[in-house]
């Protein structure tokens, strides 16, 4: 069975500060992706950053960056430079590449950004 | 950019009654999903499609079902709806192919109360 698991419900930063967010899994499987989903508040869901499992290099997107780290199970998201809008749910995410690509999701983190 | 649009934002229905929440995607996608979120719970899979007319079981299909006559629109259906329903719904297509390949792609949620 997959799971993934987020262990920070709730997590706040001062403006400009770094922030990061905790998400471990489990699975047998080799191949698959991982995701960081970004939620504002009462506001559309949106993909924040995404890794394959078969890369090596870890996955960054402007301010956005993750530690993948396959042996340990373990794929943190690092804001740099929060910012205001970054105020948001994130929630942690694995597809299989099996099943129609079903996803699996952790609990979430609340992040807040204090001006 | 892809859209996934569901039908109403927010309903209140009472109990026993019959809801549909509707869901189209313009991106051609092939999978397409319905997540029920809860604070602490994260997203969980009530069912999702691969393909027009099939259909899977996620994790909670209990008290749903659904129906995907064609390609760009999935909808949830709750035939008796009870209290313990009341919920954020979220659709999410996804394509199995392209740059794109796997990525979710969220409609704004259906904040559904059953009295």
């Known amino acids: 069975a997959q799971t993934v698991t987020q262990s920070q419900p709730e997590m706040s930063v001062q403006e400009a500060e770094t922030v990061t967010l905790s998400c471990t899994y489990d699975?047998?499987?080799?191949?698959?992706?991982l995701f960081w989903y970004k939620q504002p508040p009462s506001r559309q869901m949106i993909l924040v950053i995404r890794?394959?499992?078969?890369?090596?290099q870890n996955a960054t997107e402007n301010r956005f960056s993750v530690n993948f780290q396959k042996a340990a199970k373990s794929f943190s998201l690092k804001i740099s430079d929060s910012q205001l809008g970054d105020t948001a749910m994130y929630f942690c995410?694995?597809?299989?590449?099996?099943?129609?690509?079903?996803?699996?999701f952790g609990t979430g983190t609340s992040l807040t950004v204090i001006p | 950019d892809v859209k996934v649009t569901q039908s109403s934002r927010y309903l209140v229905k009472r109990t026993g009654e019959k809801v549909f929440l509707e869901c189209v995607q313009d991106?051609?996608?092939?999978?397409m999903f319905w997540y029920r979120q809860d604070p602490g719970l994260g997203l969980r899979l009530i069912y999702f499609?691969?393909?027009?007319?099939?259909?899977e079981k996620g994790d909670i299909p209990e008290g749903y079902s659904v129906s995907r006559e064609k390609k760009e629109r999935f909808s949830l259906i709750l035939e008796s709806a009870s209290t313990n329903q009341t919920s954020m719904y979220l659709c999410?297509?996804?394509?199995?192919?392209?740059?794109?390949?796997?990525?979710?792609?969220f409609g704004e949620g259906s904040r559904l109360t059953v009295l």
């Open positions: 999410a297509s996804s394509s199995t192919s392209g740059r794109f390949h796997g990525e979710l792609f």
């Open positions: 699975t047998s499987e080799n191949n698959y992706y």
């Open positions: 890794q394959e499992a078969y890369k090596q």
């Open positions: 995410a694995f597809m299989t590449t099996y099943s129609g690509n079903q996803f699996y």
């Open positions: 991106m051609d996608h092939e999978n």
């Open positions: 499609s691969y393909d027009v007319k099939m259909k």
